[in-house]
């Protein structure tokens, strides 16, 4: 009996609801994925091979 109200009482004490806020953290993970690939293109576009290399090597 006494379990039985323990369990009654946690229980209450967790609460009902949503999660409000944390938009912050849903940009900021969205900010960092393009940033990543923003930077990722840039690297790719700087390592491209170009005509003067390729001539060069003639």
């Given amino acids: 009996m006494m379990s ?3 369990t009654g ?3 209450a004490e967790v ?3 949503r999660i409000q806020g944390g938009w912050g953290y849903i ?3 969205y900010a960092i994925a393009w940033g990543s ?3 990722y293109a840039l690297s790719l576009w ?3 091979p ?3 290399v ?3 090597k003639e």
Wanted: hydrophobic share 50%; glycine share 12%; charged share 15%.
């Fill in 4 to 6: 039985a109200m323990h």
């Fill in 9 to 11: 009482l946690v229980l």
């Fill in 15 to 17: 609460g009902v609801g």
């Fill in 27 to 29: 940009w900021s993970s």
């Fill in 37 to 39: 690939l923003a930077l």
């Fill in 46 to 48: 700087l390592r491209r």
């Fill in 50 to 52: 170009g005509k003067a």
């Fill in 54 to 56: 390729n001539e060069s």
